[in-house]
Structures are given as C-alpha cells and as structure tokens.
C-alpha cells in the first residue's frame, strides 16, 4: 500500500523568508499524481501544487515550487517569500494514476507552519 | 471555478439522532465525491467514496449502516450519520473531481463540524 510521510510536525519561518516542507512517499507504480494541500484555521482544504510523476519538469505555482525526486521518493514544497497568510497547516497527498488505479488519496500526517512576523 | 460547498458549516444534535450534510458541485457535474473525517490536529481519514448513481465504497472500518451516503445526482452527495454518538463529534470533510479539468484532483469544501451531545 501508498504511504506518505512528513516527517517534521511544525516547522517555522520569519515573514519574507523561504522555507522548505518534506515529504517522502512509498510506492511501486511509476505513474502517479503528488500534491501539497493547505489547511489554514478556517480548515478549509485548499490545493497548493500538484505534480504528475511522468514529467520530469517540477511544478511551481508563483512562490510555490516543488523538488521532486522521484527515485528518492521525495517531494518537497518550497515557499519563497512567506507570508502571514501562508501560516497553516500543510499535507502532503498521493494517489495512482488515474487509469485502473485507484482514486483515493493518500495524506501524510500534516505539518503545522508559523510564520513569524 | 471547482467550488464545493458543504451544508451545514455546524450542526450540534442529542445522541441518538440522525444528522445529514450535503456536499454540493457548485459549478461542475461530479460523478465521484469522496467522505473524511477529521479529528483535531490530525490527517484526513477517508471514510468512503460516492459515486453517482451506485453504492459508494467504503474504507475498511467504516460501518456503512451508520455513515449512509446517497450521491443521487451530479451536483449532490449526502452523508447521513444514524443514530449519533459522542464518539461520532468530529469534523467531516466532502471532495469531489471536476472531470472538465484537472480529473486527478480533489477539490474540498470547508467541512462540516458535528458535536454530539
């Protein structure tokens, strides 16, 4: 079975600085979609990035990037510029491929991100 | 645009009752909506996947005569907590996929809290 791992619970930064969140994940497809979701106080779940497994080009999303090292089964969510509203809590997400594979995501535990003004 | 909102935001009912939350695809057409349950501070646990029209699919240890899901139509799934608990008091998270765009992701409404007196 998919697993996901963050192994940091909370991690901090000062407001304009860069901070990166890890994430490794187990699998033994070689296609499949990664994901970094935000949940701020008002645990409204919200979509950071997503990657596709099968390109090797790694996402960004204006202050958000990822690393993504698919042999090291790595992912990792890179925040430049922090800001306060960026304070919440993070998961990591996997699910297979959407053909034959299953639906369902798979999340790390989550990791809380304060950001210090 | 890939909106979902839930109904109610808060709902606080005597042990013994039932209580339904809906989940709506405000401006797509979901065929698959999925159920979670949160506790504080923790991940997301799935509890089941709807699909329209069919009987959803529910994760191992989820009891399906206690969580029933009706996904009676493309903009609607409804999640029925039977004779509720203290233990059942969580907070329930609904998703679904807009096959018009990106169909790996899940896009979240802002969740249901239920206390159960």
């Known amino acids: 079975a998919q697993t996901v791992t963050q192994s940091q619970p909370e991690m901090s930064v000062q407001e304009a600085e860069t901070v990166t969140l890890s994430c490794t994940y187990d699998?033994?497809?070689?296609?499949?979609?990664l994901f970094w979701y935000k949940q701020p106080p008002s645990r409204q779940m919200i979509l950071v990035i997503r990657?596709?497994?099968?390109?090797?080009q790694n996402a960004t999303e204006n202050r958000f990037s990822v690393n993504f090292q698919k042999a090291a089964k790595s992912f990792s969510l890179k925040i430049s510029d922090s800001q306060l509203g960026d304070a919440a809590m993070y998961f990591c997400?996997?699910?297979?491929?959407?053909?034959?594979?299953?639906?369902?995501?798979?999340f790390g535990k989550g990791m809380k991100l304060t950001v210090n003004p | 645009g890939a909106v979902v909102s839930q109904h109610p935001s808060w709902v606080i009912c005597k042990s013994g009752t039932s209580v339904k939350i809906e989940c709506r695809s405000l401006?797509?057409?979901?065929?698959?909506m999925f159920w979670y349950r949160q506790f504080p501070k923790q991940s997301l646990m799935l509890m089941a996947t709807?699909?329209?029209?069919?009987?959803?699919?529910?994760e191992q240890g989820v009891e399906k005569d206690k969580f029933l899901i009706n996904h009676a139509s493309l903009t609607l799934s409804t999640l029925t907590v039977t004779s509720a608990h203290p233990e059942d008091s969580s907070f329930y998270i609904c998703?679904?996929?807009?096959?018009?765009?990106?169909?790996?992701?899940?896009?979240f409404g802002p969740g249901t809290r239920l206390l159960v007196l």
């Open positions: 998703s679904a996929r807009d096959l018009s765009r990106a169909k790996e992701t899940q896009y």
């Open positions: 699998t033994s497809e070689s296609d499949y979609y």
């Open positions: 990657q596709e497994a099968y390109k090797q």
């Open positions: 997400a996997y699910r297979d491929y959407f053909q034959g594979g299953s639906e369902k995501l798979v």
């Open positions: 401006d797509f057409q979901a065929t698959t």
């Open positions: 709807s699909n329209e029209g069919s009987k959803a699919t529910y």
